[in-house]
């Protein structure tokens, strides 16, 4: 059956289009991350000094933390048939979900940014090796405008072609990484790199719990407002809320721990202390050098896809009157701009941990927020009245003031606000590091902040404030009986449905 362009942006999916499935999922969130722009994340932490099993720790300590508090997310999706950031309206209000957007927008900006970057600095190392090609800044233009122009082509397209070549990269790239392993092994050392120059923050645990952050829990964070662009195509009733939770722990897990853990190892056989796209391309054996070609650009595409994708959902949801299609064609000349803005004026060392440590700060009570709006409605929304805002329309459960929530609104405010105060970047220190003995807390002061402002606002809240009417279910009865619920438990019916 030919594959057409898609047609729908954010809106809510009719039931009849919700064909896909938890395997789906898993396919999607591994196929997509194996790539240079999340492999790339692997080198971190020995470039800030940590030797292989201290760098191999914080990955996985990041990754897992990180994926128990995300994974919980794509399970509001699919009960209401729309993205994250649309979805967010039950506890920011329709205009208020106007926050998940922008950090949604933010975060695909970066990463699609740093996708492309990463893996035009391969392919032209290796088309220098391989052809003589010149290294200067017409090839760099040519290779970024090619995989530029190849991500819009399959993000236009949309979820269905994203998912086709998701199962293709699945198969290919881990084919291709596991060749990687068998390249550089000759190379390979756990000693710390010396020309890191030591502890980046100058002991070993500020420095350990940096690359945890950096490396590791911004792996996961990255999808707080993308999971909800592939669970909207999964019907509850015909998947339990259980199967979905496990097919994203499990996605997310391989997805972000096989390509990270690949960097890792490829860093320090490649001895890639201060820079990663170079010593990889030279370090490569010879033979290698034509699957690297193909894992730099194909990857790439795939991982960029996804992120533009989302990043035309999230302005299409910000401005209702352009098409998604016409969306993501603008986002993608924003984010093939950075890419640009990054080669020529950045390190990638230093505009990587800057993006990854802010838009962790700001992104995490968001998430906090939204997942506690879940748990209180037990999974039970409104789906047409989230959609309010995109009719250009008022009214609804989901009204509040004049489209706003204010209580959660007001604790995301205060919980970024605390994340950026104590946030640690090569450029900036917040004043509150002097609380945390220097080690960058932010993310968990930003999550806590911001979750604890929200419930006591809402404590304190009058009663038509705390809980709009009861909101009608997104799902049909087979789903509720199908497991709903945030953990697999059947909702009760009829009390605080609006999560607000």
Not at 288 to 309: D, E, I, Q, R
Not at 424 to 444: A, I, K, M, Q, R
Not at 456 to 477: M, T
Request: hydrophobic share 50%; proline share 5%.
């Amino acid at each position: 059956m030919p594959i057409s362009m898609e047609q729908r942006g954010v809106d809510t999916v009719p039931e009849e289009e919700r064909t896909s499935g938890p395997r789906d999922l898993v396919s999607i969130l591994l196929g997509s991350n194996l790539c240079l722009g999340v492999i790339v994340f692997g080198w971190l932490p020995p470039s800030f000094g940590l030797d292989w099993w201290a760098s191999l720790s914080s990955i996985v300590v990041g990754t897992l933390a990180g994926t128990a508090l995300t994974a919980p997310l794509a399970l509001i999706s699919l009960r209401t048939a729309t993205n994250l950031s649309t979805s967010s309206g039950a506890q920011f209000g329709v205009r208020g979900r106007l926050v998940g957007s922008v950090v949604g927008l933010l975060l695909a900006l970066g990463y699609t940014a740093l996708t492309v970057w990463i893996g035009g600095d391969v392919m032209v190392g290796v088309l220098r090796r391989m052809f003589g090609l010149p290294v200067d800044g017409v090839a760099y233009a040519l290779v970024y405008a090619l995989l530029a122009g190849a991500t819009v082509a399959g993000a236009v397209y949309g979820y269905r072609v994203l998912l086709a070549m998701s199962r293709v990269l699945a198969i290919g790239m881990t084919a291709l990484l596991a060749l990687g392993v068998v390249a550089y092994a000759p190379h390979f050392t756990t000693a710390a790199l010396p020309q890191s120059g030591g502890y980046l923050l100058g002991g070993f645990w500020p420095t350990w719990f940096l690359g945890t952050v950096a490396a590791g829990l911004s792996g996961p964070i990255a999808f707080i407002t993308l999971l909800g662009d592939y669970t909207r195509y999964i019907s509850p009733a015909r998947h339990s809320s259980r199967r979905v939770l496990h097919a994203t722990w499990l996605g997310l897990i391989l997805g972000l721990l096989v390509p990270q853990l690949f960097g890792t190892f490829t860093a320090y056989a490649a001895r890639a202390a201060t820079d990663y796209a170079g010593p990889l391309v030279s370090a490569s054996p010879a033979w290698y050098l034509l699957p690297l070609l193909l894992a730099a650009s194909a990857g790439s595409v795939g991982n960029a896809g996804l992120m533009l994708y989302s990043m035309g959902l999230d302005l299409d949801a910000i401005l209702p009157r352009a098409s998604r299609a016409r969306a993501t064609c603008t986002v993608a000349v924003v984010a093939t701009a950075c890419v640009f803005v990054g080669h020529y004026y950045s390190s990638a060392q230093d505009a990587m941990t800057s993006f990854v440590l802010l838009l962790t700060a700001i992104g995490t009570p968001w998430a906090v927020i939204t997942l506690i709006g879940f748990a209180r409605c037990r999974g039970v929304y409104d789906a047409d009245a989230l959609q309010v805002f995109n009719r250009r329309s008022r009214g609804g459960v989901y009204w509040y003031r004049s489209g706003w929530n204010i209580p959660a609104t007001v604790s995301w405010a205060v919980g970024a606000a605390v994340g950026l105060l104590a946030v640690s970047l090569p450029s900036y220190e917040g004043p509150l590091l002097s609380l945390t003995g220097g080690v960058d807390c932010s993310f968990v002061l930003s999550g806590l902040v911001g979750g604890a402002v929200y419930l006591l606002l809402q404590r304190g809240a009058s009663s038509e404030q705390r809980a709009a009417p009861a909101a009608r279910p997104a799902f049909e009865d087979e789903a509720v009986q199908a497991e709903a619920g945030v953990w697999g438990r059947q909702p009760p019916d009829g009390h605080d449905y609006a999560g607000g």
